[in-house]
């Protein structure tokens, strides 16, 4: 089982979503890495260590990169890649070998675009500051596709084409940005020009947090694309749901190839219960405990009769 088989289970859906799409709406794709922590399973080409951002540490698991369709009620995953270490590098710094993954995950996105770009219509890409380097960004307009995306604080800014054109750029956090306006502004190495927004939030513990965001699209006003943003917590509600309601974590496979299956399984276990949700508006959790409520109910009805 691998990424084309998980297209090939999406594509009825997202025919029927785009034939039913009002006119008003659109689509996104939204791409995100995840990692199924393992600690205690046999390290393995696929359970190795990985880099977290979002917790900044080393964590032993499976890493996965997808790439989401979300359009409405529906989140459905286009394609997987998992992340396998099957090279051997050596580490002048720790002074040993490391395993390496022959692609890195910017990689793995851009050739997911180019997929997309054949077989489905969306307005944006998003994607958190992981993603957001000039390398992709050039390669997401050169591929047609729009982006909304978070930009990390020190990424530099030009606030015109003469400056530009004079090297005067600054890091994005040292202009005065207008209350909720955002800057019409051009990136470092890339050549359109781009908004860039400040956020302000306060987090649960009190303190303030700040996101920039980047877009592509200059006609936007803070408001739409800070909707268009928001749109990309689908893609930790699909981490969540893979899971804890389609039990990707939950094999006791050792061997490579029969962990990658047991985890692609898991993605059409998936997709389809994004099939029953959209089609009975039942959320995943829910589904998941109308099954098993339904299972006991057999499982006693089965008891009852063998007792009689």
């Known amino acids: 089982m691998d990424s084309e088989q998980v297209w090939a289970h999406a594509k009825p859906l997202i025919r029927r979503a785009e034939h039913q799409r009002p006119v008003d709406e659109f689509a996104v794709l939204i791409v995100d890495d995840s990692i199924l922590e393992k600690a205690h399973t046999d390290p393995s080409a696929l359970i190795c260590t990985h880099w977290d951002h979002s917790q900044g540490r080393f964590v032993k698991g499976l890493n996965f990169v997808s790439l989401l369709y979300q359009a409405g009620a529906l989140a459905l995953p286009i394609a997987v890649e998992l992340i396998e270490k099957t090279e051997a590098v050596w580490d002048a710094k720790a002074q040993k070998t490391k395993a390496k993954s022959k692609f890195i995950k910017n990689e793995y996105l851009r050739a997911m675009l180019r997929m ?16 957001a380097s000039a390398e992709n960004l050039n390669a997401v307009l050169e591929l047609g596709h729009g982006f909304v995306m978070a930009l990390e604080s020190s990424r530099t800014v030009a606030l015109s084409e003469g400056a530009r054109a004079q090297g005067q750029f600054h890091a994005v956090d040292t202009p005065a940005f207008p209350a909720e306006q955002p800057l019409r502004v051009f990136l470092r190495s890339v050549e359109p020009a ?16 700040v996101l920039y965001l980047v877009s592509s699209d200059t006609s936007l006003n803070q408001v739409q694309w800070t909707t268009i943003y928001q749109r990309r917590w689908k893609v930790e509600e699909y981490h969540k749901s893979l899971k804890q309601n389609a039990s990707m974590g939950k094999s006791p496979t050792k061997k490579p190839d029969t962990q990658a299956n047991h985890f692609f399984a898991a993605i059409l276990a998936y997709s389809k219960l994004e099939a029953l949700k959209v089609r009975h508006g039942i959320g995943h959790f829910r589904l998941k405990a109308q099954l098993y409520l339904a299972g006991l109910k057999a499982m006693n009805q089965e008891l009852a009769q063998f007792a009689a």
């Open 116 to 131: 997309a770009q054949r077989q489905v219509a969306e307005a944006y890409l998003l994607a958190d500051s992981w993603y």
């Open 194 to 209: 781009v908004l860039v927004s400040r956020q302000v939030f306060i987090n649960k513990d009190g303190s303030h947090g």
